[in-house]
T-cell receptor, first 112, second 114 residues
């Protein structure tokens, strides 16, 4: 049973435009959510996180939105840059532990 | 400050064999988590070690076992390898147990079981 789902395997956007990556979860016990970026031959790199007590968190070009009633979160990247091209994973945990449940990933391609 | 390192980078084993994967945690980190990432999937949590004790386990059979050493480095052992064990194995270290976003991943070990 996939508790964290990323339904879009891939996304292609033009440089300078907004990238929106989506993630849905089913377990209402999840209270901490994270986004990771992964380049080939490297491990995932932490990008941004959000606690369930918030509905938005910003860090530079990256903003994560959380809609608890819909059990949905999204990552916005504005403006998108070619260097943002990577696989993006959303992950969730109960109690902000290192035991993360990951989605399947979305491959983002930003075209120059 | 050195990052998380894993060895070997790649490994090919035959079904039924045993394998040991190694992870050196980042300096100052006392918690290590292991994940399995099958092709086209996200990482799946195997287990976590905190101060040499197992601190939580995912849905993996007992033939997946681990160790953490006094220097906080860690091993993942898999017995009786099956074809479905072919995957990228990632370890991640952190300085606190309850600190998901302070977790740093290594580059992984690619295991192929034939």
């Amino acid at each position: 049973d996939q508790q964290v789902k990323q339904n879009s395997p891939s996304l292609s956007v033009q440089e300078g435009r907004i990238s929106i990556l989506n993630c849905d979860y089913t377990n209402s016990m999840f209270d901490y959510f994270l986004w990771y970026k992964k380049y080939p031959a490297e491990g995932p790199t932490f990008l941004i996180s959000i606690s369930s007590i918030k509905d938005k968190n910003e860090d530079g070009r990256f903003t994560v939105f959380l809609n608890k009633s819909a059990k949905h979160l999204s990552l916005h990247i504005v403006p998108s840059q070619p260097g943002d091209s990577a696989v993006y994973f959303c992950a969730a945990s109960s109690g902000n532990t290192g035991k993360l449940i990951f989605g399947q990933g979305t491959t983002l391609q930003v075209k120059p | 400050e050195t990052g998380v390192t894993q060895s070997p980078t790649h490994l090919i084993k035959t079904r039924g064999q045993q394998v040991t994967l190694r992870c050196s945690s980042q300096s100052g980190h006392n918690t290590v988590s292991w994940y399995q990432q099958a092709l086209g999937q996200g990482p799946q949590f195997i287990f976590q070690y905190y101060r040499e004790e197992e601190n939580g386990r995912g849905n993996f059979p007992p033939r997946f076992s681990g160790l953490q050493f006094p220097n906080y480095s860690s091993e993942l052992n898999v017995n009786a390898l099956e074809l479905d064990d072919s995957a990228l194995y990632l370890c991640a270290s952190s300085s606190l147990v309850a600190s998901a976003d302070e977790q740093y991943f290594g580059p992984g070990t690619r295991l192929t079981v034939t």
